[in-house]
Nanobody, 123 residues
């Protein structure tokens, strides 16, 4: 069973940056990894995803040009660099390991999920 652990969340003001990290475990080194988020009263939504070797990345339109996903396969970590944060980015952020090596924006493509880390962006 793959265990994923997110870290790096916190409280910041609009315009600030945060870096989220996902410790994905060695067994997920050949799998795609995605970041998703869920705001209060809303459904969980796709944020970004990366394929097994980092060569393919997907982003939600709402975060494109502000967020960057990357991975270190040797350290088994996936990082989400978030710049120019907005109050609308406030949510619990989850990382997930995909069933396959490719990146996907579809939640059904993911088999294991972390517990999440809270990101709060104040005006």
């Amino acid at each position: 069973q793959v265990q994923l652990v997110e870290s790096g969340g916190g409280l910041v003001h609009a315009g600030a940056s945060l870096t989220l990290s996902c410790a994905a475990g060695r067994t997920s080194s050949n799998n795609g990894v995605g970041w998703f988020r869920q705001a209060p009263g809303r459904e969980r939504e796709f944020v970004a995803a990366i394929n097994w070797n980092g060569g393919d990345k997907l982003y939600a339109d709402s975060v494109k040009d502000r967020f960057t996903i990357s991975r270190d396969r040797y350290k088994n970590t996936v990082t989400l660099q978030m710049n120019s944060l907005k109050p609308d980015d406030t949510a619990v952020y989850y990382c997930a390991a995909a069933l396959r090596a490719s990146a996907s924006s579809n939640q059904a493509a993911y088999r294991c999920w972390g517990q999440g880390t809270q990101v709060t962006v104040a005006p």
